[in-house]
């Protein structure tokens, strides 16, 4: 897992051109396992923080519109 910051109101690019925006970090009930709440398409998700900021390399899928490294990354100079 990448050791990247992930504040509220960051911006977040998935590889298949959506942007997300994180409305806050959160705890599963069940594990305790962190968890990144974000919202896309107006509507909330909620995705494990491991998997939010995976290391595997999606930049050979072909399904992958922005030919970024990552699953998701971050849109840099949002505030």
């Not at 997300?20 to 995705?47: F, G, P």
């Amino acid at each position: 897992m990448r050791s990247e910051l992930i504040e509220e109101k960051s911006l977040w690019q998935h590889f298949k051109g959506s942007v997300m925006e994180v409305v806050c970090l959160a705890k599963n009930s069940e594990d305790l396992s962190e968890m990144v709440v974000y919202k896309h398409d107006n509507e909330l998700w909620v995705r494990p923080l491991s998997s939010f900021l995976s290391d595997e390399d999606v930049s050979i899928r072909s399904d992958n519109v922005t030919k970024q490294k990552y699953r998701f990354e971050r849109i840099k100079n949002n505030g």
